[in-house]
């Protein structure tokens, strides 16, 4: 394969990397700098990453109805996603939560299952997801995971302490619990074990001099299997005398020394060594083996490596640390230095230790579409602080509290591990202990906005020739699925892709402001394109070149402002940035815009013969084609 083109260096207007090596956690938020600086920043970033520009974002933040992010999302992520968690409304009037709570049950139960049935697709094989719930729809929710996984894989429900305090119900318990309620998708997918803390005192670990913990255990068995005289009277190969020096502190099974150590306990019951005779001496080389004298004898130890596989999940979680209140509400008011912005917000060591027992790994996708305050991204973050891990969180909200409260957080967590009153913590060594990410953001369109650019030309008309359920029938089948297409978006918007915009409500009154949409990254999003580099030059000299993998080859995107670059422009940049299309190393080429370049066909394998394909494809009938789908 060829060596893919190589795009150009762009000095930033801004020297930001200057400013990143003084304050190398510091948030450089790129919606605040003119589109120029934006274009040059993403430009040099993807020259610069050596996995691209994909493989090096960190989080996904879509402030979006979830439905339509989901949806989105089906292209580039399918099967991409190693664990789902999420904290839907509870259907109830309990908590005053900012979004929409207290659905009518049917109108509940069919807003989660047509979420749950949309990001199935995005899951792994043996994935895993975790849905937090209360007692009032915990059972129609099991139904419908039931429905969608199969009852056969549901993993376990976990009672969470959320609420020590209490709050009294109508039948006059005090709730202090909600469920975390676990399915895979396969009878792959299991849960996984805790990781153990060896400083916990509970197990007695101690720390080596090299760094490694060990238990100390007596060499000495004890319980089942552990009698060292057998039935006829022989004895067990097990049952044999270490020899000892208290001087020199030398252990021995070879060489005779001053003290003979039997494993006979307390009671006088000769019992066996846990460890073969072979062994012995090679555990005292390495340091490994110890005496201690007691008051009737002497006590033979060794060091026990194991046991630091993990603890098995808990049904019950109750720790005070999983406290909504103490570890929800105060760590996101002194995150963000505001009170009342979010109410009852979860805990981050309930979603991290939600994410642990999904995936052992400290890497791949972690997906929450009901995100509220991104606890999830807080937790995700602080996981990879812990271990050094590469997780990725996507999130998506569509409440206005993501510009005011989700990203913020996401911001600060980033910059410093703790925060009090909205103000970076440092540790003893002025440390905030900050995490180098990339984070997008995207902003989706609602349904009322695609609403509000609809252009219903023949509405007036309908109305005087046709009855009014007839009328609305009409529009509802058809007009609104066939001749309104074009008022969204059509072919003649693709000749200046850069310059199209749709009115977007500003306020709840109705009004609406005209704002830039960004086809390029529509379009990467609805091929399920893995952006390898970027050389975006649209402000500058109208083009932007996209390079990515789709279906595991290379493809080439090329937007052009056609007036700028007409039939012989093409020609032009084509040959400045040296590509030619009959002898290119991408598979496919999508060009927008009419053009005048020969047909290149590409041939393919296809269900054991061949196939021929055009190379050169054209950007407006694929991107029409997909956004207008229908959902499979």
């Known amino acids: 394969m060829e060596k893919p083109i190589c795009f150009q260096t762009v000095t930033p207007p801004l020297d930001?990397?200057?400013?990143?090596?003084?304050?190398?956690y510091l948030v450089v938020d790129t919606s605040l700098y003119p589109p120029e600086f934006q274009a040059a920043l993403l430009t040099r970033l993807s020259r610069?990453?050596?996995?691209?520009?994909?493989?090096?974002?960190?989080?996904?933040?879509?402030?979006?109805?979830?439905?339509?992010?989901?949806?989105?999302?089906?292209?580039?992520?399918?099967?991409?996603?190693?664990?789902?968690?999420?904290?839907?409304?509870?259907?109830?009037?309990?908590?005053?939560i900012i979004y929409k709570n207290g659905y009518k049950q049917s109108s509940w139960l069919s807003l989660i299952q047509s979420?749950?049935?949309?990001?199935?697709?995005l899951q792994i094989p043996d994935g895993v997801i975790s849905v937090a719930i209360d007692d009032y729809e915990s059972s129609k929710l099991i139904e419908c995971l039931s429905s969608i996984y199969g009852e056969e894989n549901q993993l376990g429900i976990v009672a969470v302490r959320i609420n020590p305090k209490g709050r009294m119900t109508k039948r006059k318990f005090s709730l202090v619990h909600e469920y975390a309620i676990f399915y895979g998708k396969s009878d792959k997918s299991f849960i996984k074990k805790l990781p153990e803390n060896p400083e916990d005192k509970t197990h007695n670990y101690k720390k080596d001099i090299d760094g490694t913990w060990y238990l100390p255990i007596n060499l000495r068995k004890q319980g089942v299997d552990s009698e060292a005289e057998r039935i006829d009277g022989s004895f067990q190969d097990r049952y044999y005398p270490i020899y000892y020096c208290p001087n020199t502190k030398k252990i021995s099974v070879s060489e005779k020394l001053p003290i003979e150590i039997y494993p006979i306990d307390g009671s006088g019951q000769k019992r066996i060594w846990r460890r073969g005779i072979e062994v012995i001496e090679h555990m005292y080389s390495i340091g490994d083996l110890w005496v201690n004298e007691v008051a009737n004898g002497f006590q033979v130890y060794f060091k026990f490596r194991g046991g630091l596989d993990g603890k098995l999940m808990q049904s019950i979680w109750t720790e005070s640390k999983y406290s909504a209140s103490d570890y929800g509400t105060k760590i996101l008011d002194n995150t963000i230095g505001k009170r009342e912005q979010f109410s009852y917000p979860k805990s981050p060591y309930t979603v991290s230790d939600s994410i642990r027992a999904m995936s052992s790994d400290n890497f791949g996708f972690i997906l929450d579409y009901f995100a509220g305050s991104g606890t999830?991204?807080?937790?995700?973050?602080?996981?990879?602080r812990e271990d050094g891990g590469k997780r990725k969180y996507i999130l998506v909200e569509q409440a206005e509290y993501f510009n005011t409260v989700l990203r913020p957080r996401v911001q600060k967590v980033i910059y410093s591990k703790e925060w009090k009153d909205g103000k970076p913590q440092a540790d003893g060594d002025g440390n905030f202990h900050g995490v180098p990410q990339i984070v997008k953001v995207l902003k989706l369109e609602s349904y009322e906005d695609t609403f509000n650019n609809l252009q219903l030309k023949k509405l007036d008309l309908l109305a005087h020739t046709l009855s009014k359920q007839t009328a609305q029938d009409y529009l509802l089948h058809y007009m609104l699925d066939i001749e309104s297409r074009d008022s969204l978006l059509s072919t003649d918007d693709f000749r200046k892709p850069f310059d199209y915009r749709l009115n977007i409500a500003s306020d709840s009154a109705g009004a609406y402001t005209p704002q830039v949409i960004d086809l390029v990254e529509t379009f990467n999003y609805l091929l399920g394109l893995r952006v390898d580099a970027v050389e975006d030059r649209r402000h500058t000299e109208g083009y932007v070149l996209v390079e990515g993998y789709l279906n595991g080859e290379l493809v080439l995107l090329l937007w052009r402002d056609c007036e700028r670059w007409d039939y012989d422009g093409l020609q032009r940049l084509l040959e400045k940035k040296g590509i030619k299309p009959q002898e290119s190393e991408f598979a496919e080429i999508y060009i927008n815009g009419d053009h005048t370049l020969p047909t290149v066909w590409q041939d393919n394998d296809a269900d054991g013969g061949s196939a021929r394909t055009l190379k050169i494809r054209s950007i407006e009938a694929e991107f029409l084609r997909l956004m207008f789908a229908e959902a499979e």
């Open 16 to 24: 930001i990397f200057s400013l990143v090596k003084t304050d190398p």
């Open 376 to 384: 999830t991204a807080h937790a995700v973050i602080n996981l990879n």
């Open 115 to 121: 979420r749950l049935e949309t990001s199935y697709p």
């Open 48 to 96: 610069n990453l050596p996995d691209g520009l994909d493989a090096a974002t960190d989080g996904l933040l879509i402030h979006s109805d979830n439905f339509q992010a989901l949806n989105l999302l089906q292209a580039r992520y399918r099967e991409q996603v190693k664990c789902i968690y999420i904290d839907p409304p509870y259907n109830t009037n309990a908590t005053q």
